[in-house]
C-alpha cells in the first residue's frame, strides 16, 4: 500500500500540516541545504522537531538528507553529518532515509566527469554503509536525479536513468535500495523526447516511461510531483518542480498509468510517496491536498478498517 506523505522542514514544526497526521498521512522532515550541518544548535533544533512529531505518531516517518553542499563521499564532516543522521532517524522511529549522491557539477565540468567510476564509488559507499546499517529496521533510498538542474547549468549525473541503478541493485544490499522521484523522471524523459524531435533523432528518445518499474523489488521510497517547463543549457529557461499533476508539463494521463503499475506492485508492503508539490505557505498547505485529491480520485479508493490509504 502506498502511504502519501507530505515533506516540511526539519528545523520548523510550524510546518507540520497537523490535520494531515489527523487523517492518516505520513510526514518526511527535509534538512534542504549542508549549510544547515555547521549550525551548532541544528542536531537539537532537529532532535526537537522529531521528538514533536513522535507524540503526533504520524502513520509513515521518513527522513531527507541535504543535497545542497552535502558532499559526504569527499567531506569527512558531512560524512560525519550523514551517520548522526542515521543515528537520528533509529531514535526517533524514522523508517528510512532519502539520499541523493551530491555530486553536483557545472557545465563544463560536466564534459570531461568520469561518470562510470564515480558512480563505483558512490555504490561502493553505500555497500559500506549497508553494512553497517545491517540488522536495523532502517531503509536508505538513493534517489534518481534529472538529467539537468532546473537551471539549465548543473548536474549530478549519478543516478538518473533506471539502468544507472543497476550496479546497486545488483549487490542485492538488505537496507539500501532506491527512492525513485516520478517527478525528476518525467523531466529526464520529456527532454530526451524534445530532444529527439528537435534533432530528428529517434534513437535520442527514452522509449519507455514506465521501465523504471523493474525496480520495484529495489525501490524503498517514492516522490511525486509534476513539473513546469523543459530546460536545456543556455535556454535561460528555468524547470519549475513540483506542480500539481493538472498543471504540469508531463502528460497527466501518463503520471495515472505510471501510478497503477506502482499500485500493482506493492500491495503486499508500505510504501511512502511523498507529495513533493511547492506551497505559497507550508503552514498552509493547498497543492498537497489538491495533489491528495487527485491521487485518491484516479489512483485509487479508501479501504474500510483503515485509518490510513490503501491501495
Known sequence: MLIPQVPFFGLDRK????KWVEQGYGLEA???????????????KFSDVLSFVQTLNPSLLTLHFPTDNADYLNSEFI??????????AIKYNAAGITVHANQFMNMAEFQTYNLIDNRKRIIEFFKMIDEEIK???????????????????DFDPIFVYPEDFNDLVNLDLSNV?????????????????????????????????????????????????????????????????GES????????????????????QVSSRNIGIVFEVQETDYTNRVKSWETLNWFQKNITGIQANSNFLKI
Open 135 to 153: 540488522g536495523t529496521n532502517i531503509w536508505i533510498g538513493v534517489e534518481n536525479l534529472p538529467i539537468i538542474g532546473n537551471l539549465g547549468d
Open 30 to 44: 527535509n534538512i534542504f541545504d549542508g549549510e544547515s550541518l555547521h549550525d551548532k544548535s541544528y542536531t537539537t
Open 177 to 241: 535500495g532506491i527512492t525513485w522521484d516520478i517527478c525528476h523522471w518525467s523531466i529526464t524523459y520529456l527532454t530526451r523526447l524534445g530532444i529527439s524531435k528537435l534533432l530528428r533523432q529517434e534513437e535520442i528518445e527514452y522509449k519507455d516511461f514506465h521501465k523504471y518499474i523493474n525496480l520495484m523489488n529495489h525501490i524503498k521510497h517514492l516522490h511525486f510531483s509534476s513539473f513546469k517547463h523543459l530546460t536545456i543549457p543556455y535556454s535561460e529557461v528555468r524547470c519549475f518542480e
Open 15 to 18: 510546518q507540520i500540516d497537523l
Open 79 to 88: 560524512r560525519k553529518q550523514l551517520y548522526e543522521f542515521i543515528n537520528l
Open 245 to 264: 499533476p493538472t498543471n504540469g508539463s508531463i502528460n497527466e494521463h501518463l503520471l495515472h498509468e505510471t501510478l497503477l503499475k506502482v499500485k500493482n
